[in-house]
């Protein structure tokens, strides 16, 4: 038995997964991890009812609101029965998923939390012998795990980090450490440092943090041990403002800035620096006795704003604190962004002692910055423009165009069988066609014209204020580029294009309308033959849309029954008997009306939808050959068969399964094929047809002599059957040229042992011409139209009751 596509996918997880019946609320499938959790032999969970494995009353209630359809997902922790009995706390999630056509199932994910409610009581244990340690410090002190999660801290920390009463009341580690690097002036740095010390277990560090409350903290990293093995980190923070105003220039250099690596410097209360830290040497190219007695607009200035030092020590003055974007000039002139925080600091009675700043080059995080924006906006293949660039180009174009009444032109390209080239040299061959073609675009246009990639092989080109002649040029262009040969690793060929073009403002006025309407031109270019350009016309919508729409009503008359299959009388010329009828469909729609198999058959081959309606034929008229022949009917039930079915790889088996399915024995069908299915692959078809040969259906070439004819395939495949396609017909005997075709077809039909059958038979004068020129068989309005089942079996009742 084949095991569900989604059997490996459960088993690959590393959590305990169920699969729950959505209707019994049995367990369908268990992974080995679910097993093991639970004790259970392998396949032992399959078959149980979830609610016996429930514990508390909090889970039946669910599963019994999940039966009474009221509930379809939690999310919680609870408990499990395991096969001993024993119960085991997990934490687990229900959610409702769809795996394929078996329906509707609740997976549910769990993780065994055992282990983890140990290790909680043992940390609570630790905490509460910490606690009288932590308190009886002058310094505060935070204590975390190798994780940062928060184990204890003491009432100095939350003082000295004026943390919230609400976060006092409350465990929020993650919200105590965003309030803290909310409270650091320099947060990115904060970060970046925590994260330094969180990937080295055994580092002791040492940190100057300056808080935007004008408080400056001196941190101490140390990590904690148990049995010689780092399992956390002790963090002490010594409030040093006061020290700083306290010590000599040359303490204050030593202590607070050697270790950062941020430039910083510190300045008297008349804004000269008094010291600089060796980041800050580095960063300027100023030796830091070049540095003393300098003011920090003398290496730092905005572009835009001559008044920036008076501004930036005003809000110092009134906020206590300053920061942005500004520029900092090398002592070898030149300039370069950066980030620069201020912050005073004042004494015991408020007098400002110091000012402190913080400063860093932001030439790499701009480019990062940079880069990741060219990555948004540029294909990453081609480097063209993408989607969303290209929406942004057209929206400019259409804001300028407006104001101007300019008109401009949207190109919309697509490669010419494109495909091909990544099925038969591979995707990264294709990679580097697609490169290549990028830049032969570029070159066809001006510099105010964007060519952008929208993704596999299409591109738009947005042609900047010009007319139909202009887009005209350009297309012209861009064809000629495309078609000048590609050579790639010694390998020659050719590359061409379909191109549509859509103006402004005549067709379209928004970019989405434009964007369509030049895709709906290409797609007639295609439709024409390739390899050409072709201006929007409003009736290309229309087309469309009539496409679209007999579409959808197709697939609905499949769906809803709306098909019924005709049959029409295959006739024997030597006797006039019929031996047979051809299986032809019929439609008729309530809001369309009757509509002509030429007209939605092409729309159904386009779609796809050919291949549904192929196997209902096969389907239904099997079934009702099947019937006749369990009458005594000797009938042979003739179906056309299009390209793509017969292309299926199931074909071969769907047409045994339906004559199975009916016992039909199989020289009661025929499959009639057109000469361009045997010719696109000749061996794969060959074999096919051997296949359908050898379970004994017939196989005929319908329209005979209107394709690309090869009289070899005539002598390689098993056909039994030509049929003269009704254009060589509708002229005879008048029309010498159809006569002749008729007459060739017919001699080579008996040179080779093929039955001839000519359709579309209508007049006396055509049946005696195919008499004579030894035609076998015809079928056409002379003898009677394709009838409905009932009208069939009353012609062939009226026709054994003449022969009587």
């Not at 031996?579 to 058959?601: C, K, N, T, V, Y």
């Not at 499959?671 to 196989?699: F, H, N, P």
Request: net charge negative; with cysteine.
């Amino acid at each position: 038995m084949k095991q569900p596509a989604w059997l490996p996918l459960i088993e690959g997880m590393l959590e305990a997964v169920w699969l729950v019946d959505a209707i019994g609320l049995r367990i369908v499938a268990a992974n080995r991890a679910a097993e093991t959790l639970l004790g259970a032999a392998p396949g032992a969970l399959a078959g149980t009812p979830v609610v016996d494995l429930a514990i508390t009353p909090e889970d039946v209630f669910f599963w019994e609101d999940v039966a009474a359809g009221l509930a379809e997902n939690i999310f919680s922790e609870t408990l499990l029965r395991r096969n001993d009995g024993a119960a085991i706390p997990v934490e687990r999630r229900v959610s409702r998923v769809q795996l394929g056509p078996e329906g509707p199932f609740y997976m549910v994910a769990m993780r065994d939390k055992s282990e983890q409610r140990r290790a909680e009581n043992q940390m609570e244990e630790l905490v509460a012998e910490l606690r009288a340690t932590l308190e009886s410090t002058a310094d505060g002190i935070l204590v975390a795990n190798m994780e940062g999660a928060i184990r204890a801290y003491n009432n100095r920390f939350a003082e000295l980090w004026s943390l919230p009463g609400d976060l006092l009341t409350r465990r929020d580690d993650a919200a105590v450490h965003a309030w803290m690097k909310q409270c650091v002036l320099d947060g990115e740095h904060y970060a970046e440092r925590l994260g330094v010390i969180s990937r080295a277990p055994l580092l002791e560090a040492t940190d100057i943090l300056a808080l935007r409350s004008g408080r400056v903290l001196e941190r101490v990293t140390l990590p904690q041990y148990a049995r010689g093995h780092p399992i956390g980190r002790v963090y002490s923070y010594r409030d040093i403002t006061q020290r700083l105003a306290d010590e000599t220039r040359l303490q204050l250099a030593a202590r607070v800035f050697a270790a950062s690596l941020d430039a910083i410097f510190v300045t008297d209360p008349e804004f000269r620096i008094i010291a600089a830290n060796p980041a800050c040497e580095r960063l300027t190219g100023y030796a830091r006795e070049e540095l003393l007695g300098r003011l920090p607009e003398d290496f730092i200035y905005d572009l835009g704003q001559d008044a920036f030092p008076d501004q930036m020590k005003a809000q110092l003055s009134l906020e206590g604190l300053w920061e942005g974007e500004l520029w900092h000039r090398r002592k070898d002139g030149k300039s370069s962004p950066c980030l620069i925080s201020m912050v005073r600091v004042q004494d015991e009675s408020g007098k400002p002692l110091h000012a402190i700043g913080f400063f860093r080059d932001l030439t790499e995080s701009l480019a990062a910055k940079q880069k990741i924006e060219e990555l948004a906006y540029n294909d990453t293949l081609t480097g063209l423009p993408n989607r969303l660039m290209l929406a942004e180009r057209m929206e400019f174009a259409l804001d300028h165009a407006r104001r101007s009444g300019d008109a401009f032109a949207v190109l919309f390209l697509d490669l010419d069988h494109f495909k091909q080239i990544n099925d038969s040299l591979g995707h990264l061959f294709g990679d580097r066609v697609l490169i290549e073609v990028a830049e032969r675009l570029k070159s066809c246009l001006r510099q105010a014209d964007t060519a952008a990639r929208l993704g596999g092989d299409e591109f738009v080109l947005l042609l900047d204020q010009t007319d139909a002649r202009g887009a005209e040029t350009t297309a012209r262009r861009v064809l000629e580029a495309l078609t000048r040969p590609f050579t790639l690793d010694d390998i020659h060929f050719t590359v061409t294009c379909s191109i549509g073009i859509a103006l402004y403002p005549d067709d379209g006025a928004t970019i989405d309308d434009l964007i369509k309407n030049s895709d709906s031109a290409m797609y007639h270019v295609k439709e024409r033959g390739r390899s050409d350009f072709r201006f929007y016309q409003r009736q290309m919508n229309i087309g469309l849309l009539s496409r679209m729409k007999l579409d959808h009503a197709m697939r609905q008359a499949l769906e809803h029954g709306g098909f019924e299959l005709h049959y029409q009388p295959q006739v024997d010329f030597a006797n006039g008997r019929i031996f047979g009828a051809e299986a032809l469909i019929r439609w008729h729609d309530q809001e369309l009306g009757q509509i002509s198999p030429a007209q939605f058959i092409p729309v159904a081959e386009e779609s796809g939808a050919i291949i549904a309606i192929g196997n209902w034929v096969m389907t239904r008229a099997v079934q009702q050959a099947a019937l006749w022949h369990a009458q005594g009917k000797q009938l042979v039930m003739a179906i056309n068969v299009s390209a793509l079915q017969f292309q299926q790889a199931n074909f071969v088996a769907s047409v045994a399964e339906a004559l199975n399915a009916a016992a039909l024995p199989p020289d009661c069908l025929e499959l009639e094929l057109t000469e361009s299915i045997l010719l696109r692959d000749a061996d794969d078809a060959l074999k096919r047809l051997d296949a359908l040969a050898a379970m004994g259906v017939r196989l005929a070439i319908d329209d005979f002599g209107t394709g690309y004819s090869s009289l070899s395939y005539l002598k390689r495949f098993p056909l039994h059957k030509l049929k003269i396609d009704r254009s060589f017909i509708c002229g005879l005997p008048g029309d010498d040229s159809d006569a002749a075709i008729a007459h060739a077809i017919i001699n080579l039909g008996q040179a080779l042992k093929l039955r001839v059958i000519a359709e579309g038979v209508e007049t006396e004068a055509q049946h005696a011409f195919l008499t004579s020129a030894g035609c076998q068989e015809f079928q056409g309005f002379l003898y009677a139209p394709a009838l409905d089942a009932d009208a069939f079996e009353q012609l062939l009742a009226a026709r054994e009751f003449l022969e009587k």
